[in-house]
């Protein structure tokens, strides 16, 4: 009886953060220069860009903003884990860039 309620907070969890990615876009930048990893973000429109580099096992997190202006940002552990299991197949495991 004292599982239930942690269960139904589990599958909220669960829920919600299924949503981080679909609303954002992940691309590959293998060994790309910070300079690469900003162009090639600049062709996507307004929200979040996932940045791969499986050749250094990196992962960035750029936001462009209505206005175009493109700034990296920090990910979260749940983020790195949700791309993690989108490239589960590479049997490699990228961590959050600095």
Do not use: H
């Amino acid at each position: 009886m004292n599982k239930l309620p942690l269960k139904a907070l589990a599958t909220v969890m669960c829920v919600f953060s299924g949503s981080v990615l679909a609303e954002s876009s992940v691309i590959e930048c293998n060994d790309c220069t910070a300079m690469q990893k900003v162009n090639a973000v600049a062709g996507y429109e307004n929200g979040v860009v996932f940045v791969a580099d499986f050749v250094n096992y990196k992962l960035n997190k750029f936001v462009i903003s209505d206005d175009k202006k493109i700034k990296q940002a920090q990910l979260t552990a749940s983020e790195v884990q949700q791309v993690n299991q989108q490239f589960d197949y590479r049997k490699t495991t990228l961590i959050a860039a600095k």
